[in-house]
């Protein structure tokens, strides 16, 4: 069974902060995805990273994938309160659509 | 994006009754679907891979005679929750691929069950 450990698990952080969210694994993902989650609502997807190495900026999300393909950060700059939320790591093995998700991480933007 | 819609969004029922969630994919065909389970502050817990006209695969630990999945069409895959209790109680998400896709998965908006 492969795991993920996302860290940190909880992040309360003042609006204009920067932050980064750790997702690490022993294994090797063929591809990981981020989302983001709303109390009450389904995950939505932020963006899946393929290739060791990757870099993958959303405004001001940038995503990046290891090179060994094992482990994925997401950095934040300049927080915003609309930025709270769950956010999940996933990884998928080769050929497959099934996903390993992490533990989440909580962020609360402060105003 | 793809849509993948989840009915109801919550459910209320008495214990010892069955409760059907539905999921369904919306503009694309899928071929898998995905059931989760989440529990307050957690992160997603997968129950069992739903297969278009086949039976479902479930995980360890999920009682596949208590949580029913039928995938009877390629928009569409329910969940029965049977002889619901108080610890059945959760927020159960589906999710889906397009076939034609690199594996990105689309989440339903989730289907908050309470089982009194």
């Known amino acids: 069974t492969q795991l993920l450990e996302q860290s940190p698990q909880f992040l309360s952080i003042q609006e204009g902060e920067n932050l980064t969210v750790y997702c690490n694994s022993s294994s090797v993902f063929s591809s990981l995805q981020w989302y983001r989650q709303e109390p009450g609502e389904g995950p939505v997807l932020l963006v899946t990273v393929v290739t060791g190495g990757e870099v993958k900026k959303l405004k001001r999300l940038t995503f990046q994938f290891g090179d060994a393909r094992k482990d994925s950060s997401l950095h934040i700059t300049a927080a915003q309160p609309g930025d709270t939320g769950l956010y999940l790591c996933a990884g998928a093995e080769a050929g497959s659509y099934q996903l390993t998700f992490g533990k989440g991480t909580k962020l609360s933007v402060i105003p | 994006g793809a849509v993948v819609s989840q009915h109801p969004s919550w459910v209320i029922c008495k214990s010892g009754t069955s409760v059907k969630i539905e999921c369904r994919s919306l503009?694309?065909?899928?071929?898998?679907m995905f059931w989760y389970r989440q529990f307050p502050k957690q992160s997603l817990m997968l129950m069992a891979t739903s297969n278009e006209g086949s039976k479902a695969t479930y995980e360890q630990g999920v009682e596949k005679d208590k949580f029913l999945i039928n995938h009877a069409s390629l928009t569409l895959s329910t969940l029965t929750v049977t002889s619901a209790h108080p610890e059945d109680s959760s927020f159960y998400i589906c999710?889906?691929?397009?076939?034609?896709?690199?594996?990105?998965?689309?989440f339903g908006e989730g289907s908050r069950l309470t089982v009194l």
């Open positions: 999710s889906a691929s397009p076939q034609d896709n690199t594996g990105e998965l689309f």
């Open positions: 503009d694309f065909q899928a071929t898998t």
